[in-house]
């Protein structure tokens, strides 16, 4: 009977003693939850700002693109209004420089397609 009641003892001694470390873990557990959430709610107030400001400059370039697309199809009508006055032929064996010109202004037309894409994607 005594070694039951020692180891009895002992027992009871050892779970007294991880339910002490039990409690600290669990404090400690809880104490870095906490921080971790004070963490994310200021890491989430910097990033708002962050956020309204790319959707600004997002927005900007999209009526930037814009107004480029409208000059540059302005341009290529004048060219081809100039084209049609001046009876260039487009099967010419030169190239004159209204057809430079033009390719220049169809390059540009191009790019600006393809930031007008960029930029839309870049918005979904």
Known sequence: MDVINILLVL??????????????????????????????????????????????????????TKVVEEQVEFISSKVDWVKTKLNLSADSPKKSPHEHAHNLVSNLKAISKGITTFIKEAKT
């Not at 001694?13 to 873990?25: A, K, Q």
């Not at 309204?52 to 370039?61: C, H, K, L």
Request: aromatic share 6%; glycine share 4%.
């Open 11 to 64: 027992l009871i001694v050892i779970f007294s003693v991880l339910g002490i470390y039990l409690i600290f873990v669990i404090k400690k557990l809880s104490t870095t939850i906490d921080t971790i959430e004070k963490d994310l709610i200021k890491l989430r107030g910097e990033i708002t700002p962050l956020v309204e400001e790319i959707s600004e400059i997002t927005q900007s370039a999209s009526s930037i």
